[in-house]
């Protein structure tokens, strides 16, 4: 079968008896075969290496890097490879090695083992072990640099890169073996065409890669040129990934950049200062109250107050400054510069206790010292309305108790607001509760109560004619949490009322009474002639002629006084002694005052003046006054007329009875025409007596308590003039 046995023999002599160690490999990585010079090499007896791997004997460092090769080996990439690398022997010493590899293929071409050979270097000459050392140093620490190294031919092709830089990439060293630089960097940089170009670049400077999966790399390069028998060989990249750096650095210069925009847009203003050299300075100052106030934050930093400010406010915040920088915290303070008031909080910032730096906030606070200011004066306005106005007024809870009364309460009252205070208003008569529990109701359903009419009680018993007007009172969600009041004392406009009633009665009467006495006093006369021519006649008679005549003459007298009631303007006037009048009017009526038992008494002081009136018409104003009083005590009473001065211009006469009085609800319609309460009474007296006051320019009132009697006051104006 085999044509040269001898030569079979003699190859596998060789093999076995060779210098050079030789072994196969299997595709796997595991020791087929070897001979003996191998395993005197790394000092492992046949048995030993065949259960171990072929890489468990290459140096740790290279074990990568040839199994890189293997990989090119079996795929084709590399014919064969042939490198000095270090092998590790038995005794654990390192072993300088020849070392080389190539595949062994069958007919197919398909790849049947690796055939390695190895030779020892470390006999050669002392020199080469160092260079293979050295070279081993070099290539560790390019190997285990953590910055990525990438090794260019002079052509800017790739010759190697050390697994920082496959791991900065993303590629492997075989994918990027022979690429041209400018193919995977930055394409069409020309500069990258060539190693003297890539030197061109800065010192430092940045390259952008794109990896397979899509994502940008920043790298951080520097190249270092390679230097061989000083010639060019060749440039190194170094590398270091900078994208995560870049982007820290780009967000801190965004949150620097917001940081700073979001002080200078802030409505108000920050600043910062310290203390140096005895001086404030400002370190920061910005928002949008610094231009308002008219500056700039160049105008402010690195200034004191005194740069800044007039004196007066320099010095005015300098105070409050010093105070901060003192420790103190929360001091406040309020400026205020072309028109604007802001308000500045400062805060010492301590650092190990020492001081550091002051900051300060300020808001503009001008609008709201202006609606301050206007609340303040519409305050003191209402106030000022509430305690001048005559209306009293009153604030009440929702349980009718004081809030706060105004003076005119007070005055009209008679209750103080201390008396007052927390208490339900005591103002109701007690025939009235239901009108308060009405209008309460009224008030409590939110309803509002304006300008009604009642009466109410003053502290000193009296009844006032009252206006009331009452609101409910709301807080800002609109629910009523009290009640206001405002109520008018009407009593004067009450009376005001009832005496045009009266006047009004009175003229009709006068009316009335004018046309009936001129046409009741014309028959009136003829009667009384015949009656006169009869009476010659029927002297047997003369009995009853002398009550005919005196009765015709009481129905002529009383139908003449009406007269009086019509036409007060066709009294006349003439100057006269009041005291005279009086005088004569007593002595008048004495007789009549002596059967009742009843004591009459004038009293008047001396310097009264006279006074332009009709005397018939003043006395019988006053008999008909005296004759009332009289009728009002049948048995033992004093009547007392007092005339004296009231003010410059009046005489007031008083007519003083204590008689029986007369009732509240009466008084008032005294002076109507036809009232009475007599049997044999007109109830024209008194009315003739208004008629007569009011024709003299003057007033009469009238007060009167039951049982004790009562008192009618005349006014009559002491007139010098001529009278109309
Ligand atoms: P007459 O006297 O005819 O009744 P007057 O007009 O004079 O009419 O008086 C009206 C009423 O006024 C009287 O009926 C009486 O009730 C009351 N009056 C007037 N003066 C007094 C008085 N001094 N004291 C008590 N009642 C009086
Ligand atoms: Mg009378």
Known sequence: MNKHPEMELSFDAIFEFTTMGMALISLEGHWLKMNRSLCDIVGYSERELLTTQMKSLIEPNQVRRIERIMKNLLGGELPSYQET???????????????RMSIIRDAD????????????????????????????????????????????????????VNPAMERI?????????????????????????????????????????QQESGERIELGVKNVPIIVNDKLDGVYLIAKDITQFNRDRESLRVAQQ?????????????????????????????????????????????NTLHDIWPAFLASYIETYYH????????????????????????RPIMENERMVEVIGSCVDITERKRM????????????????????????????????????????????????????????YPDYLEKERKDMYNELRLGKQITGMESVRLRKDGQLIHVSITKTPIR??????????????????????????????????AGQLAAGLAHEIRNPLTSLRGFLQLLQHDLKDKKHYFDIMLS?????????????????????????????????????????????????????????????????????????????????????????????SLHGNDQIRVRTQDNGCGIPEERLKRLGEPFYTTKEKGTGLGLMMCFKIVEAHKGTMTIQSQVGYGTTIDVFLPTYTGEHN
Not at 407 to 427: K, M, N
Not at 614 to 625: A, D, G, Y
């Open 85 to 99: 690398i270090s092998i590790l022997h038995k005794n654990l010493s390192l072993l300088s090695v020849d070392w």
């Open 372 to 427: 301050e200011t206007e609340l303040r004066e519409t305050k003191e306005l209402l106030e000022s309305v509430i305690n001048n106005t005559t209306d009293a007024i009153c604030v009440l809870d929702l349980n009718e108790r004081v809030i706060s009364i105004n003076a005119a309460h007070e005055q009209i009252f008679g209750w103080s607001q201390a008396e007052l205070a927390d208490r339900t208003l005591p103002i």
């Open 109 to 160: 071409s398909r790849p049947q083992a690796f055939i390695v050979q190895v030779k020892v270097v470390s006999q050669q000459s002392d020199m080469a072990r160092k260079l293979a050392e050295s070279e081993q140093r070099y290539k560790s620490l390019i190997e285990h640099n953590p910055a990525g190294i990438l090794t260019c031919d002079i052509h800017g092709r790739i010759q190697g």
């Open 169 to 209: 990439l993303g590629y492997s060293e075989e994918e990027l073996l022979s690429q041209f630089i400018h193919h995977i960097f930055l394409q069409n940089n020309t500069r990258y065409e060539s190693a003297a170009g890539i030197l061109m670049q800065n010192d430092n400077y940045m390259l952008v890669f």
């Open 323 to 346: 105070r901060a920088w003192n420790g103190e915290e929360n001091v406040m303070f309020e400026a205020t510069f072309r028109g604007i008031t802001y308000f500045t909080s400062l």
């Open 551 to 643: 009765e015709l003459d009481r129905i002529n007298f009383i139908v003449s006084e009406f007269l009086v009631i019509a036409k007060p303007e066709a009294i006349t006037y003439k100057k006269s002694d009041l005291v005279t009048i009086l005088q004569s009017v007593i002595a008048l009526l004495d007789t009549q005052a002596v059967l009742c038992n009843v004591q009459l008494v004038l009293e008047f002081q001396s310097d009264i003046p006279e006074i332009t009136c009709s005397e018939m018409h003043l006395k019988q104003l006053f008999i008909n006054l005296i004759k009332n009083a009289m009728e009002a005590m049948p048995k033992d009473g004093q009547i007392k007329l007092v005339i």
């Open 475 to 508: 807080n800002e969600k609109g629910d009523i949490f009290g009640f206001a009041g405002i109520t008018r004392d009407i009593t004067e406009r009450k009376q005001t009322e009832e005496l045009l009633r009266k006047s009004d009665k009175l003229s009709v």
């Open 258 to 302: 917001d940081l700073h925009d979001t002080v200078r847009r802030q409505q108000g203003m920050t600043l910062k200062f310290r203390k140096i050299n005895g001086n404030f300075i400002h370190t920061l100052c910005d928002g949008e109250l610094l231009y308002r106030l008219g500056f700039k934050p160049s105008h402010i930093l690195g």
